[in-house]
Nanobody, 127 residues
Framework: QVQLAESGGGLVQAGDSLRLSCAAS????????MGWFRQVPGKEREFVAAVSRSSLSTTYGDSVKGRFTISRDSAKNTVYLQMNTLKPEDTAVYYC????????????????????WGQGTQVTVSS
């Protein structure tokens, strides 16, 4: 089992920045690729960003490319999502997810391929 706990959400204005954190516990953090997803009521969960086990690979959803950055700190068992130039359409509950990965470069954009999920943190961007 892997337990994930997101933090850092809140209410910000358009153009502001915010950094989300996801602390992992329970299993060896370095065995897992990590991802961030987001969801608004009535819509499917949307892929935001992912990072491989070793940070060799990252990938981003089209709507956040150039504005968001995913990173991980293995010493702290934590993955981060730095969000810059926030827009009202970024408003959502943001979820952290972990996927057991057997290659150092593997990443996934599919919710179905993640094994563990956090409870989510709300991000609200006002115009």
């Amino acid at each position: 089992q892997v337990q994930l706990a997101e933090s850092g959400g809140g209410l910000v204005q358009a153009g502001d920045s915010l950094r989300l954190s996801c602390a992992a516990s329970g299993r060896t953090f370095s065995n897992y690729a990590m991802g961030w997803f987001r969801q608004v009521p009535g819509k499917e969960r949307e892929f935001v960003a992912a990072v491989s086990r070793s940070s060799l690979s990252t990938t981003y959803g089209d709507s956040v490319k150039g504005r968001f950055t995913i990173s991980r700190d293995s010493a702290k068992n934590t993955v981060y999502l730095q969000m810059n130039t926030l827009k009202p359409e970024d408003t959502a509950v943001y979820y952290c997810a972990a996927r057991q990965e057997y290659t150092p470069w593997g990443v996934s954009t599919s919710t179905r391929q993640y094994d563990y999920w956090g409870q989510g943190t709300q991000v609200t961007v006002s115009s």
